[in-house]
């Protein structure tokens, strides 16, 4: 993956993280898998093109996010 692939996903995931953040503040913790997995189809949708074929570009982005979480919470 090239460094301008990885930037984008990256930028991508800082997005959707922020978003899911807003969006399970203060809900129950039965809602969150369906917000999560709903904005990751949404995101997904927009970076579908960039990563390599090995896996679906929701996957990639799951990936990313989880990342970009442990990165800001250290």
Known sequence: MT???????RAVA????????????????SEHDRIITTLLDK??????CLPPGTF??????????RQVDKEIRQ
Do not use: M
């Open 14 to 29: 800082r997005k959707c993280r922020s978003e899911i953040l807003k969006a399970i503040d203060g809900r129950p913790k």
């Open 56 to 65: 679906p570009a929701k996957r990639w982005l799951s990936f990313y996010v």
């Open 3 to 9: 460094p301008q692939t990885e930037n984008a996903l």
């Open 43 to 48: 995101h997904a949708k927009t970076v579908q």
